[in-house]
């Protein structure tokens, strides 16, 4: 990966214009762009929202807790997803899987 400097310049050289930038900057994250399996595969210890070094585990939690019981309340709790939502998409695949293995777990 290259990074870009402040004249939209790599330091091999590269160039992309302003409009590229404001459009990577603007596309918006695809829910469904993590699988269940990826998200499942993260360990506790991963730090998936990086504005707000949330971890999974830490999305974890208070879904078994009982502090958090959807992605709305583990934002609120976390503040995963607060900062720039690239994480979004990971955040919530991680909420999915939890809600269906809490759920698979339940007594019937
Ligand atoms: S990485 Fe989570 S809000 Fe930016």
Redesign the pocket.
Known sequence: MEYMSDTGTSPTGATASLADLRNLLAEEPELDEVSPQEAAAVTDETV?????N?TAGEIRTPLHDGTACDLESVQRCTR?????????PM?AAIVNVELSRKENASPR
């Open positions: 998936v929202c990086w504005c707000n949330v995963a997803t607060g900062g720039c939502g690239k994480c979004l955040v």
